[in-house]
């Protein structure tokens, strides 16, 4: 059995929010709590279950979850090779940290980089209700894994309507079978990883409504394929992941069907000065359509009228981010860190900002967060 404990504080700028209201006085209105446990009844299966409790501003209200529940059985295991699938509720392969990414040691930072791993569609990309082939070569030359398999995305909640669809509407959303692969090569000692993902995630809108008060019945489809790479020294690591996010919606309405490509990456350097002290420095870029990068476009096309209007700086975000992390002890651990987003809002919680008029296009983040685990 393990578990973790973790509580951060957010203090943002211009009324901007984050995790709570987190202009004035900033907020705790962060917290994770995590209780994982695994039974190996026999060596070539394994049990795993993970519950969860979450606290995340308006997003997240820390009503208990199940973050995964899995049946892993290994076909074949050699000292050179592994095969084998993995059923129920799995993590999603998705980059180099979403595997772990609850867990605030195994995090480069407080907040993930946010054009990769956003907050906005967390649900969508943590963890899935499916089967999971996976399989790993490894020799003098380096390891090769491979990780795929179909899945249904959790759409059931608030938090991938919004992701999705931009508002929350009286219809139901519902997961079509969706595939999710990621192939992964590293150096004998993880010197260097690469990895490529590819995601084909598709959800179907069930309307209750008519129009005008309700979308049609539509589909939309998600194709990001994510590229990353990962070099490790003794002291220090540099890391840096590109997406493409291709978007098709269609069967909504004519004002509200899209077909765009999005665009984000980062690049990240950490450096251990000793075995307590680590600093962290990175630049984030997300743009939401590439051939509206400044969203002049979105909002020439939508503020006709203040209830549709989405601002020219909620379509893309830059961020640089500065942070420093204190290893207490081995399971204690503390991190602050300052983001200067000096462009865009689109990393913010709609349910932190229900106006988003109201949001500022540069602002400021400093954040605390300690963390423990057993």
């Known amino acids: 059995m393990h578990g973790f404990l973790t509580q951060g504080y957010f203090l943002t700028s211009n009324h901007n929010n984050l995790f709570g209201e987190s202009t004035d006085g900033g907020s705790l209105g962060f917290t994770e709590i995590g209780v994982n446990a695994s039974w190996v009844p026999r060596p070539d299966v394994q049990l795993a279950i993970q519950g969860l409790s979450r606290r995340a501003g308006g997003a997240a209200e820390g009503e208990p979850e199940l973050d995964f529940a899995l049946l892993d059985y290994a076909a074949v295991e050699t000292e050179d090779r592994r095969l084998g699938v993995r059923v129920g509720r799995v993590r999603l392969p998705f980059g180099l940290y979403n595997d772990t990414r609850d867990v605030a040691f195994t995090r480069p930072s407080i907040l993930l980089p946010q054009s990769i791993y956003n907050e906005r569609s967390r649900e969508l990309t943590v963890s899935a209700d499916g089967i999971m082939l996976y399989g790993e070569e490894r020799s003098t030359w380096g390891n090769l894994a491979l990780e795929l398999g179909p899945v249904l995305a959790r759409v059931d909640n608030e938090n991938s309507e919004l992701a999705l669809l931009g508002r929350n509407f009286p219809g139901d959303l519902e997961s079509r079978w969706s595939f999710i692969g990621r192939l992964m090569y590293s150096t004998p000692r993880e010197a260097l990883r690469l990895a490529v993902t590819g995601v084909r995630e598709e959800t179907d809108y069930k309307p209750r409504l008519a129009f005008p008060n309700d979308l049609g019945p539509g589909k939309d489809l998600f194709e990001p ?80 009228e203040a209830a549709t209007c989405i601002p020219s700086h909620f379509q893309f975000a830059k961020d640089w981010t500065v942070g420093v992390r204190y290893n207490i002890t081995p399971s204690w651990m503390a991190r602050a860190e300052y983001h200067n987003v000096y462009g865009g809002t689109l990393y913010l919680l709609p349910q932190d900002n229900p106006d988003v008029l109201a949001l500022d296009k540069k602002w400021d983040i400093f954040a605390l967060l300690l963390s423990y685990r057993f």
């Open 225 to 304: 394929v994510i590229f990353s790479a990962q070099y490790n020294a003794e002291s220090w690591s540099l890391t840096g992941e590109y997406a493409r996010r291709p978007i098709k919606d269609e069967g909504f309405s004519p004002d509200f069907d899209i077909d765009i490509v999005g665009e984000s990456y980062y690049v990240q350097g950490i450096y251990r000065i000793d075995p307590h002290w680590e600093m962290v420095l990175r630049y984030d870029v997300f743009y939401a359509n590439v051939d509206d990068r400044d969203g002049s476009k979105t909002e020439a096309a939508t503020c006709t």
